[in-house]
Nanobody, 126 residues
């Protein structure tokens, strides 16, 4: 079972950028498919982006396509989320979690499995 610690959030102006990190503890990190999720105030959790173990499969929510890039460094047990051209709608707490391999191989990513980290707050404000 992986445990996650998210970091890299903060306050940024619209149009700005942030890079989130998701550090995982546990063995066999390479085999796990990992996703970034977010929850805005008063809203449900949303799958933002997911990545396969080898980075060969990636999913992006329509709302972040072309602006966010997910990547991973298996040697460091870390998944990253580069967020560019941030808008007010990106304000949320961002979490990472293990995701379903079958879902991502089918081209989608909807929910996290197992334990989640404490999250990192991203606030986009002028």
């Amino acid at each position: 079972q992986l445990q996650f610690v998210e970091s890299g959030g903060g306050l940024v102006q619209p149009g700005g950028s942030l890079r989130l990190s998701c550090a995982a503890s546990g063995s066999t990190f390479f085999y796990y498919y990992i996703g970034w999720f977010r929850q805005a105030p008063g809203k449900n959790y949303e799958a933002v982006s997911c990545i396969s173990g080898s980075s060969g499969r990636r999913f992006y929510a329509d709302s972040v396509k072309g602006r966010f890039t997910i990547s991973r460094d298996n040697a460091k047990n870390t998944v990253y989320l580069q967020m560019n051209s941030l808008t007010f709608d990106d304000t949320a707490v961002y979490y990472c979690a293990v995701v379903s391999q079958s879902e991502l191989l089918a081209g989608t990513c909807t929910s996290g499995l197992g334990s989640w980290g404490q999250g990192t707050q991203v606030t986009v404000s002028s």
